[in-house]
């Protein structure tokens, strides 16, 4: 094989592909890139059995063929090299020359024979959605997923069409992440669990705009993301997703609408009194003033503060992780805000008016007549 690429579009593609490299396994070759040279293209693949990554990259292809090249060594030595054009040739003894300008290195390859390629995915079942909209909806619902490997289903998010709408929802045992969008045409209707890893590594190589499409192919086990010159498959979590419809049709005590900036500018600074050993709530009351409580004691001080709010309903005092309050403010982009209260033992709801978005966050228990 040997075929020659400008630097930039080399490691703009060893960039896109890295992320379904294995870090720590027992099979080399997953650490490896395939580099295949065929039909005028170079493809460079990744992957890592759960997830995987193939990406064209544009170059001149002057002898057809294959290799696996170790990721880190491989990847080190392209961003090293001068901001010019690249020579890549295999020689009869397993071995590739590297050569850019004055630079020459030779290092070890595989003959790319091992390397596992992607599953095909038929293309059946799909939907299709702008960059935008998907890095988006990741970006909302992400944060809510568990780390935990023992509870495997709150390490995914559920992606469910139905009635042309795609909703996607995470949850951690805390707390709750909905978020829905409109889909053109007819759509046909899924429920899959799709890995919390891949969509966070996805959400990292999209980066287009509104007219920047993505297709998303079902299967039984697999999810296929497609966009430009770049193919994401995905193993899916096998098992039904957690019921939560009663959860998200919860009445109310309270309803406040509140500042989102300065709401978060009172929570940002409570924060500051928080050690990571400290487990305290920050206390929220509202009363029949029309404001807005906040209160912190911890072992490095005391803090308390207040802001305007709208409210209907109820007084209320109710302690939460201020870290949850935070992620999901952080990721609404109205100026305003509409939180739904019961009482200091239920959680609450913060959502838009046509429910686009909804957070649940259950609170921390506290002894209310404490705070009263």
Same mark, same amino acid.
């Given at each position: 094989?040997?075929?020659?690429?400008?630097k930039?579009?080399?490691?703009?593609?060893? *960039?896109?592909?890295?992320?379904?490299?294995?870090?720590?396994?027992?099979?080399?070759?997953?650490?490896?890139?395939?580099?295949k040279?065929?039909?005028?293209?170079?493809?460079?693949?990744a992957?890592?059995?759960?997830?995987?990554?193939?990406?064209m990259?544009e170059?001149t292809?002057?002898?057809?063929?294959q290799?696996?090249?170790e990721?880190?060594?491989?990847?080190?030595?392209?961003?090293k090299?001068p901001?010019?054009?690249?020579?890549?040739?295999?020689?009869?003894d397993?071995?590739?020359?590297?050569?850019c300008?004055?630079?020459k290195?030779?290092i070890?390859?595989?003959?790319?024979?091992e390397?596992?390629?992607?599953?095909?995915?038929?293309k059946e079942?799909?939907?299709?959605?702008?960059?935008?909209?998907?890095?988006?909806?990741?970006?909302?619902?992400?944060?809510?997923?568990?780390?935990?490997?023992?509870?495997k289903?709150?390490t995914?998010?559920?992606f469910?069409?139905v009635? *042309?709408?795609?909703?996607?929802?995470?949850?951690?045992? !805390?707390?709750? #992440?909905?978020?829905?969008?409109?889909?053109r045409?007819?759509n046909?209707?899924?429920h899959?669990?799709?890995?919390?890893?891949?969509?966070?590594e996805?959400?990292?190589?999209?980066?287009?705009?509104t007219?920047?499409?993505?297709?998303?192919?079902?299967?039984?086990? !697999?999810?296929l993301f %497609?966009?430009?010159?770049?193919?994401?498959?995905?193993?899916?979590?096998?098992?039904?997703?957690?019921?939560?419809?009663?959860?998200?049709?919860?009445? !109310?005590?309270? #309803?406040?609408?509140? *500042?989102?900036?300065?709401?978060?500018?009172?929570i940002?600074r409570?924060?500051?009194?928080i050690?990571?050993?400290d487990?305290?709530p920050?206390?929220?009351s509202v009363?029949?003033?029309?404001?807005?409580?906040?209160r912190?004691?911890? *072992?490095l001080?005391?803090?308390?503060e %207040?802001?305007?709010?709208?409210?209907e309903?109820?007084?209320?005092?109710?302690?939460?992780?201020?870290?949850?309050?935070?992620d999901?403010?952080?990721?609404?982009?109205?100026?305003?805000?509409?939180?739904?209260?019961?009482?200091?033992?239920?959680?609450?709801?913060i959502k838009?008016?046509a429910?686009?978005?909804?957070y649940?966050?259950?609170?921390?228990?506290?002894?209310t007549?404490?705070?009263?």
């Amino acid at each position: 094989m040997r075929i020659k690429c400008k630097k930039n579009q080399l490691i703009a593609g060893i *960039n896109i592909v890295s992320k379904a490299v294995a870090t720590k396994t027992t099979m080399p070759i997953l650490e490896c890139i395939l580099l295949k040279a065929i039909g005028g293209n170079l493809y460079l693949t990744a992957n890592n059995m759960e997830l995987g990554i193939e990406t064209m990259v544009e170059a001149t292809i002057l002898e057809e063929g294959q290799i696996a090249l170790e990721a880190k060594i491989f990847s080190d030595i392209i961003r090293k090299l001068p901001d010019s054009e690249i020579d890549l040739e295999t020689g009869s003894d397993i071995r590739v020359d590297i050569r850019c300008e004055k630079s020459k290195f030779t290092i070890p390859c595989r003959t790319g024979d091992e390397f596992s390629p992607l599953p095909d995915i038929e293309k059946e079942k799909s939907i299709q959605i702008s960059q935008l909209a998907l890095r988006d909806i990741i970006r909302q619902t992400i944060f809510s997923i568990s780390d935990n490997e023992n509870t495997k289903m709150m390490t995914g998010e559920s992606f469910e069409v139905v009635n *042309n709408q795609l909703i996607v929802i995470s949850l951690d045992g !805390h707390r709750i #992440s909905r978020r829905k969008i409109d889909l053109r045409g007819d759509n046909p209707e899924v429920h899959v669990v799709v890995p919390g890893k891949t969509l966070q590594e996805l959400s990292k190589i999209i980066n287009g705009d509104t007219d920047d499409l993505v297709d998303i192919y079902f299967s039984d086990r !697999h999810l296929l993301f %497609e966009f430009e010159n770049t193919r994401v498959v995905s193993r899916l979590i096998e098992g039904e997703y957690f019921k939560i419809a009663t959860m998200m049709s919860m009445g !109310h005590n309270l #309803s406040v609408k509140a *500042n989102k900036k300065e709401l978060m500018g009172i929570i940002d600074r409570a924060s500051l009194l928080i050690q990571e050993t400290d487990r305290k709530p920050i206390i929220v009351s509202v009363k029949n003033d029309n404001n807005l409580y906040v209160r912190l004691d911890t *072992n490095l001080g005391s803090m308390k503060e %207040e802001m305007e709010i709208e409210k209907e309903g109820e007084e209320i005092i109710i302690g939460f992780n201020p870290k949850f309050l935070m992620d999901a403010l952080r990721v609404i982009d109205d100026d305003s805000v509409c939180i739904y209260m019961t009482d200091s033992k239920n959680p609450c709801i913060i959502k838009d008016e046509a429910e686009t978005y909804v957070y649940i966050i259950l609170p921390i228990s506290i002894n209310t007549d404490i705070y009263a």
